[in-house]
């Protein structure tokens, strides 16, 4: 499982859609996530969870892995 983790920026940036949509996702209980302060943070596993797929999440986000951190 990795450890990678994404912000709701990362997230609209890399789908093409608005902040608030992925807000609103989150708010709705469709995409899980956390808020440890001020912002949310979503997982991989998050991530795999609301699209369903995890080669998709592949193909959209990279590697688990990448940008150093654990893929464990």
Known sequence: ???RRFSIQDIADTLDISRR???NHIKE???PAIKPGREY???WSDLIEW???EDRVRDLFGEPG???QDSG
Do not use: E, Q
């Open 1 to 3: 499982m990795s450890k």
């Open 21 to 23: 949509t992925v807000r």
């Open 29 to 31: 209980g469709d995409l």
């Open 41 to 43: 943070i979503v997982t």
């Open 51 to 53: 699209l369903g797929n």
């Open 66 to 68: 990448r940008d150093g």
